[in-house]
């Protein structure tokens, strides 16, 4: 599956692999939309930093964005963060900002830290501890 969703405490981590193409990327904001846990979600990260390519045709991006126009009426204040370096996903984010067709906050990172910060998301990370 190129993509693996991870639900935290105040919202979820998509993280995508290999080639993603529109139907896998629909059908992850379907996924996230239909959770029960949506309705209060603070953020969601889209981590396309391991993709190698995305195949996404028109009527998927605007499928995409039926279902955000739907999201959006059961939780209009969460944020999106997409991270990547893929230069196509950046200009379509930006054209998609520009053209005011997001109605989550949406901004585009090429940092995972970056993206936590405008967030504030929280990553917890295992502790160890030496024994005596």
Do not use: C
Not at 7 to 16: A, C, I, M, R, S
Not at 39 to 46: G, I, K, Q
């Amino acid at each position: 599956m190129p993509y693996a969703l991870h639900w935290e405490p105040l919202g979820v981590y998509k993280k995508f692999s290999g080639v993603v193409t529109g139907s896998e990327l629909v059908q992850s904001v379907v996924d996230v939309a239909s959770h029960v846990k949506f309705p209060s979600l603070t953020y969601e990260v889209s981590d396309y930093l391991s993709a190698v390519e995305t195949v996404f045709s028109q009527d998927a991006l605007n499928e995409v964005r039926a279902v955000r126009i739907g999201s959006f009426q059961t939780n209009p204040n969460i944020k999106v963060a997409i991270i990547t370096l893929d230069p196509q996903i950046q200009q379509r984010i930006y054209s998609t900002i520009a053209a005011r067709l997001t109605l989550h906050q949406t901004r585009v990172f090429s940092a995972t830290a970056d993206a936590d910060a405008w967030l504030g998301r929280v990553v917890a990370h295992a502790v160890t501890h030496a024994l005596p």
